[in-house]
Nanobody, 127 residues
């Protein structure tokens, strides 16, 4: 696998915002899906958001209306804008690339089909 590097994590109070970014690998397929996952202590990894090469998006129900995933194909970057953060959003967040389309967040899946993963960036939301 090619390692990706996330940035933008940190600690915020409930109601605050953070923006996560992840550069894409030069070895990834530009027409494949990209996504964000998260894993809290003692929990399974879960999909947060996904986006295809045309900008079509999919979100977990828990983040709809609060998170926005985007990609810049020219710059090979993937971003996740997180607004109205809640304590339950606290987790390690991972970017992932090269899931064959269609690109959909499916409850109960951990995204092992993605070819490339970042090392994770911690997001902590306090009450």
């Amino acid at each position: 696998q090619v390692q990706l590097v996330e940035s933008g994590g940190g600690s915020v109070q409930a109601g605050g915002s953070l923006r996560l970014s992840c550069p894409d690998s030069e070895y990834t397929y530009s027409d494949y899906c990209m996504g964000w996952f998260r894993q809290a202590p003692g929990k399974e990894r879960e999909g947060v958001a996904a986006i295809d090469s045309d900008g079509n998006t999919s979100y977990a129900d828990s983040v709809k209306g609060r998170f926005t995933i985007s990609r810049d194909n020219a710059k090979n970057t993937l971003s996740l804008q997180m607004n109205s953060l809640k304590p339950e959003d606290t987790a390690m967040y991972y970017c992932a690339t090269d899931l064959p389309p269609p690109c959909t967040v499916v409850p109960g899946t951990i995204g092992d089909e993605y070819a490339f993963w970042g090392q994770g960036t911690q997001v902590t939301v306090s009450s």
